[in-house]
């Protein structure tokens, strides 16, 4: 063949590949949704009109990283993966290796026709509490006794700092349950018994996510930068209100009480720009909230025109029937058709797709239904600025845990305790306590154990015991860190009487309180100090001078060892600083912390709130002693 043939044969091969592809490429250039200069509402429509009924529904899940790949993400077009209560990448992995395997996810989400690029979600309720080396803060509880919002904002910028330093986008929190009755397992997650304490404590959300512009329109979602997060209030809604605290059960209360108690924390969350809202495992008046139309898409997406996506709890489908799973076609129309957008589902995920699927196909779903979901879901990545920076790197890495955020959570620390006794009068305490003294005892199962300093939801969903696997400083170093370097500091877990007597001590720390408990586990019915913590209070408070440190998720019971104590503290769950105890203990810091639920005297007064009739406690709420720095005892 000569030159002119082949030319003429080029020119019709291209002619060919032009006239096949030309729809393509006209395609490519007008796909809005790639491009940051239109509206996020126009890019949203662009890209819902673009899906399939497959890539819709992928979208819609988040599921766990353990059930899946990047080539299963790009198979079935999932949108988002988690991490369960203790899942992670590798034994003590480092931020290096979180962000590898986030990025291997985001390599087959983009993979897809669509590039939809997913986020990746975990439970940062108290910091970045799964990974190891994070900055541990006060749980919730500890928080509201601060009564310092702005605090608690600067908190929520540093978790979302180290989250996003191990690639990570999307946080279950904040927790804004109000917490009505003690008994209940969750009880540290809620930051009061008052509403509009709460309803205060959301300041964290622009922590997390970054501060809402004046102008934006009502409940619009808003992040800002790469150093901020995706939040997620919870658990809509009730909760924290059950009856006898028990976990996942019913809230029985009018829909006044429900909108004066436990409504609020939504108003204000949604105010301030919050992303994503999940829904409670619990039921209102026996109707499921993942289940309930009325108050997912009636109120909250309707009257309160909340514009984020609604999110399912983790397997909370499954809990829609008794027993779990029993009717699960039933359990996906039921949350769906309720509102609810992206469903945790974390192991059975392609049963999710092919039920939904048949709904959607047989019209039992209607389509604007899954379009509102996956519009909210594309929203809210769209406004993160997922789609133009899907991948983590490593700039961030250097935040992970650094001293910047252990001084805030110290901070925390002081701001969290509560004095609630000080001496025989109040012209004579015992705190502060002087720095130099020959010699003093230390004892408690709490003293020495940062895992039963951090509580739950701390390395593991039901957090752990001991010191391996965290980085901190424990009470009992916090004070040898303080006291005079000629006071002996003598450390005797559980002492006995004799012990205690004939040691010739000035006075004694006593650390005891609760073993560690998430969710259902932690539900308790007697709120007692597990032995031996009464045993040590009796043998060493009745034998000398006393300060009592309760470290606890609640209010437990305490009233019969009030009169042996001479100084009692409610330290709460204090995190990784237990330097912060030691600070306010020997003067540095006045005690400022104030109650921010009731304590009791019996549990059979439960449930007991401020304002009730009944109210008789043992320290009221808002109750909380105060002391000035003692510099003179005092250097840092």
């Keep these: 063949m000569d030159l002119e043939g082949m030319a003429k044969i080029s020119i019709l091969l291209v002619g060919l590949w032009l006239l096949v592809n030309w729809s393509g490429l006209l395609d490519a250039k007008n796909m809005k949704y790639k491009n940051p200069k239109h509206s996020t509402d126009t890019r949203v429509e662009d890209l819902v009109s673009r899906m399939t009924l497959e890539e819709k529904i992928g979208q819609m899940l988040q599921v766990e990283r353990k059930y899946v790949s990047a080539d299963l993400l790009k198979k079935y077009f999932i949108g988002a993966v988690l991490s369960e209560g203790g899942s992670i990448p590798a034994p003590q992995a480092s931020a290096e290796t979180w962000i590898d395997m986030v990025n291997e996810f985001q390599k087959g989400a983009l993979s897809t026709r669509l590039g939809i690029p997913m986020f990746y979600g975990i439970d940062a309720v108290h910091g970045h509490n799964t990974v190891h080396n994070a900055t541990i803060f006060p749980h919730n509880i500890g928080l509201g006794a601060t009564r310092d919002p702005e605090l608690v904002k600067r908190i929520g910028a540093a978790t979302a700092l180290e989250v996003r330093a191990t690639g990570i986008q999307y946080v279950y929190s904040p927790c804004i349950a109000v917490c009505r009755d003690p008994r209940w397992g969750r009880c540290y997650e809620s930051f009061s018994e008052d509403p509009e304490l709460v309803q205060a404590m959301t300041e964290i959300i622009p922590g997390l996510q970054g501060d809402i512009p004046n102008d934006s329109p009502k409940g619009v979602p808003f992040i800002t930068g790469k150093e901020k997060v995706i939040g997620c209030a919870k658990h809509y809604v009730g909760d924290g209100g059950t009856i006898n605290g028990i976990d996942e059960h019913n809230t029985v209360i009018d829909r ?46 309707n009257t309160l025109h909340f514009k984020g996506f609604v999110i399912s709890d983790f397997e909370g489908l499954d809990r829609i029937t008794s027993p779990p799973r029993a009717n699960i076609t039933y359990s996906i129309e039921a949350g769906v058709s309720a509102g609810i957008d992206m469903f945790m589902v974390p192991k059975h995920y392609t049963e999710f797709i092919d039920v939904l699927t048949m709904l959607v196909k047989n019209k039992h779903i209607p389509m604007s239904r899954i379009d509102d979901a996956v519009g909210r879901i594309l929203w809210v990545k769209l406004m993160m600025g997922i789609f133009e920076n899907p991948f983590a790197d490593y700039s961030l890495v250097k935040y992970l845990g650094i001293q910047e955020h252990r001084n805030l959570a110290r901070e925390a620390v002081r701001k969290s305790m509560v004095l609630l006794k000080n001496g025989e009068s109040a ?210």
């Design 427 to 636: 012209d004579k305490p015992l705190l502060p306590l002087p720095k130099k003294s020959p010699k003093i005892l230390v004892a408690g199962s709490h003293a020495d154990n940062l895992g039963y300093q951090c509580g739950g939801w701390t390395i593991e969903w039901q957090g752990v015991s001991g010191n391996n696997l965290l980085k901190g400083t424990t009470i009992l170093t916090a004070v040898k860190n303080t006291v005079d370097p000629e006071t002996t500091v003598v450390y005797k877990e559980n002492p006995d009487v004799e012990f205690v007597k004939s040691n010739g001590f000035s006075y004694a720390i006593v650390i005891v309180g609760e073993h560690p408990y998430a969710e259902m586990y932690g539900d308790s019915m007697n709120l007692t100090i597990p032995e031996p913590g009464p045993k040590i209070i009796t043998n060493v408070c009745g034998a000398i001078k006393c300060v009592v440190i309760i470290i606890s998720g609640r209010p437990v019971v305490i009233e019969p060892y009030v009169g042996l104590i001479d100084a009692l503290v409610a330290a709460w769950l204090p995190g990784s600083e237990g330097q912060g105890v030691a600070d306010v203990l020997y003067g540095g810091y006045g005690f400022t912390g104030k109650l921010p639920r009731t304590w009791f005297k019996t549990v059979d007064q439960l449930p007991m709130n401020v304002g009730d009739p009944h109210y008789d406690p043992l320290f009221p709420f808002g109750f909380g002693l105060s002391t000035k720095p003692s510099k003179a005892l005092y250097s840092s």
């Design 256 to 301: 006044d009480g429900l909108m004066k108690i436990h409504m609020p924390g939504y108003f204000s969350s949604i105010s301030k720009g919050v992303a994503t809202i999940m829904a409670s495992y619990s039921s209102w008046n026996g109707v499921k909230m993942h289940a309930h139309h009325d108050l997912i898409t009636g109120f909250l997406k």
